[in-house]
C-alpha cells in the first residue's frame, strides 16, 4: 500500500492533544485516498508558540519524508526554506505535497520540478468537511468546478477568461522568494493568492514586489483570497478588495476575490500544476478543473 507522511516541515505542534487530533484527521484522509499513514518520529517534539524547531532535524526528517508516496505537512509557520536545496537536488521524482502557508516554498520547489502538488490541507488547522472533501477530489484527480453559488462570497474583480495551469501560493512566502532558486516560472499560469493578517498597504507590497521581479508577466489570471486581518480604528485607506481590484485591472486579466481556500475557514484545496479555466463577467465567474490525465 502506498504511504502517506505526517511530519512538521516548520512549526512544530504544541502538545499530545494537539498531535492526537492532527494525527486522527490525517488518519481519515488517508483512508480516503487508500493510503497507510505513517506518522513522523518527530511529530511528538514539542515547541512554543512561534518556535521552530532546528534546521538539522527538519532537514533530516524531510529527507526521511521524500521516500514516502504523499507528503502531509502538519501545519505551516515558518522554517520550509531551510529544505529548498534538498527539494531541488533530490535525485527522484518528489512525491505528492499538501499543505499552504509557509509550504509555498516547497510547492515553488515541486513546480520548479514539474511534480504535483495540492495547495491546502494541514490537520493541525483542524480542516472542515469541505476541506476533506476537496483535497480528496484534488488528490484523485477527480473533475473539480466552483462558481459563485459553489464559493459563496467570492466576487468577480475583472472579466476575461483564463486557460492554463494553477499555482496556489500565500502572497507574503512567494514575494519572499524572489530572487532565489526556489521561485518558479509563473508563466501562462493561473496564479491563486491570498495570506493573512496582511494589511492592504502590505499586500500592494508584495504584489509590486512580484511584479517588479518579473514574476508576473505572462499570468494569465488572478484568484485572490479574502486576506482576512483585523481592521485599525480609524483607518480610511483602501480596503484588500480595492487593492486586488487595482491590481486586476493593472493587469488587464480575468480575476475574482475572496475564494476560500488557503487561511480561510474550512478552505478548498487546489491542485497545483493542474489545467484550469478561469471564466469571469461583470457578476459571475466560475473556475472548472477537468478531470486530471491518468
Do not use: N
Not at 246 to 256: A, D, G
Amino acid at each position: 500500500m502506498p504511504t502517506a507522511y505526517l511530519f512538521c516541515p516548520a512549526y512544530p505542534l504544541h502538545d499530545e492533544a494537539q498531535m492526537r487530533l492532527a494525527v486522527a484527521i490525517a488518519t481519515r484522509f488517508a483512508d480516503l485516498i487508500a493510503h497507510e499513514l505513517v506518522v513522523s518520529p518527530d511529530i511528538g517534539r514539542w515547541g512554543a508558540v512561534g518556535a521552530w524547531h532546528e534546521a538539522r532535524h527538519r532537514r533530516a526528517d524531510f529527507t526521511r519524508a521524500l521516500a514516502h508516496d504523499v507528503l502531509i505537512p502538519v501545519r505551516g509557520g515558518y522554517g520550509c526554506s531551510d529544505l529548498v536545496d534538498i527539494a531541488l537536488a533530490h535525485a527522484h521524482r518528489l512525491p505528492l505535497l499538501l499543505g499552504y502557508s509557509d509550504l509555498t516554498v516547497l510547492h515553488a520547489c515541486w513546480r520548479r520540478r514539474a511534480c504535483a502538488s495540492h495547495y491546502g490541507f494541514m490537520p493541525a488547522a483542524t480542516p472542515g468537511p469541505r476541506s476533506l472533501e476537496s483535497t480528496t477530489a484534488s488528490v484523485r484527480g477527480d473533475a473539480m468546478r466552483w462558481d459563485g453559488h459553489t464559493a459563496v462570497g467570492a466576487v468577480p474583480l475583472h472579466p476575461g477568461s483564463a486557460r492554463g495551469p494553477l499555482f496556489g501560493a500565500c502572497l507574503r512566502v512567494l514575494a519572499s522568494l524572489c530572487g532565489t532558486t526556489a521561485m518558479p516560472d509563473l508563466t501562462g499560469c493561473i496564479l491563486a493568492l491570498e495570506d493573512i493578517d496582511e494589511r492592504p498597504y502590505q499586500i500592494d507590497r508584495d504584489l509590486t514586489q512580484l511584479e517588479r521581479s518579473g514574476a508576473l508577466s505572462g499570468v494569465a489570471g488572478l484568484i485572490f483570497g479574502s486576506f482576512p486581518a483585523p481592521k485599525r480604528p480609524g483607518y480610511a485607506g483602501p480596503d484588500a478588495q480595492a487593492v486586488c481590484r487595482s491590481w486586476s485591472e493593472r493587469l488587464r486579466i480575468p480575476c475574482v476575490q475572496a475564494f476560500p481556500f488557503g487561511h480561510d475557514d474550512d478552505p478548498i484545496t487546489l491542485p497545483c500544476g493542474r489545467a484550469a479555466i478561469l471564466a469571469v463577467a461583470s457578476d459571475t465567474w466560475s473556475l472548472d478543473l477537468p478531470a486530471a490525465s491518468p
